[in-house]
């Protein structure tokens, strides 16, 4: 079964970057039909998609993030990460890490990472 685990800093300070890694175990990230993602939840608000890489390698990224937003991977370690720059108050969220499935539909996520709390704050 495949298992994901966010870690990186809990508290990250305006105008600073913000990087979180999520290991991967129980399959490896290059498997073919896959793709890995970066999802947040802000306080009292809905769940938003950051970005994804695919198991090619190629990253996609929401149109409203995108210029700051990068998203990695390390295949050795079967780690991929999330660096979000110039963050403000408003980045603070939950962050998920999840993989996402390609189906006749398009796609869904069926694994996840517990979240991590991210607080951007002086």
């Known amino acids: 079964q495949v298992q994901l685990q966010e870690s990186g800093p809990g508290l990250v300070k305006p105008s600073q970057t913000l990087s979180l890694t999520c290991t991967v175990s129980g399959g490896p990230i290059t498997t073919s039909k896959t793709y890995w993602s970066w999802i947040r939840q802000p306080p009292g608000k809905g769940l938003e998609v950051i970005g994804r890489?695919?198991?090619?390698?190629?990253?996609d990224y929401s149109p409203s993030l995108k210029a700051r937003t990068s998203i990695s991977r390390d295949t050795p370690k079967n780690q991929f990460t999330l660096q979000l720059s110039s963050v403000t108050p408003e980045d603070t969220a939950v962050y998920y890490c999840?993989?996402?499935?390609?189906?006749?539909?398009?796609?869904?996520?069926?694994?996840w990472g517990q979240g991590t709390q991210v607080t951007v704050s002086s």
């Open positions: 999840a993989r996402g499935v390609y189906d006749a539909g398009g796609g869904y996520f069926d694994e």
């Open positions: 890489i695919k198991s090619s390698g190629n990253t």
